[in-house]
């Protein structure tokens, strides 16, 4: 089970830490992404960290902005935003997925396990 938290509303060019609590054991036996739902769009992919937290890759759009890192001791997985534009406003949801890490984007089909997601809100 994930728990995703952190959201809030927050000027252009402000910052926010988003969390995922994860519960059950082996934590560190999954790659551990987010990604993220604007209202009418479709669920895109942001960031993905490998299970021991040494590999990561990024979106584009968030590449240099966001940082995604993980704690396995506590069984929790951070997305730190910054430089926040209003185009960043969505939902934001953690996702698990067992298989290993690679450099083709996550599918949000390929995730095993999806966290209920933040509404994040960029005001301009």
């Known amino acids: 089970q994930l728990q995703a938290s952190g959201g809030g509303l927050v000027q252009a060019g402000g910052s926010l830490r988003l969390s995922c609590a994860a519960s059950?054991?082996?934590?560190?036996?999954?790659?551990m992404a987010w990604f993220r739902q604007a209202p009418g769009e479709e669920r895109e992919f942001v960031a993905v960290?490998?299970?021991?937290?040494?590999?990561?890759y990024y979106a584009d759009s968030v590449k240099g902005r966001f940082t995604i890192f993980r704690d396995n001791a506590k069984n929790l997985v951070y997305l730190r935003l910054n430089s926040l534009k209003p185009e960043d406003t969505a939902v934001y949801y953690c996702?698990?997925?067992?298989?290993?890490?690679?450099?083709?984007?996550?599918?949000?089909?390929?995730?095993?396990?999806w966290g209920q997601g933040t509404l994040v809100t960029v005001s301009s």
């Open positions: 996702a698990a997925d067992s298989a290993s890490i690679s450099r083709a984007t996550p599918r949000v089909s390929q995730m095993d396990y």
């Open positions: 059950g054991r082996a934590f560190s036996n999954y790659v």
């Open positions: 960290i490998s299970g021991g937290g040494g590999i990561t």
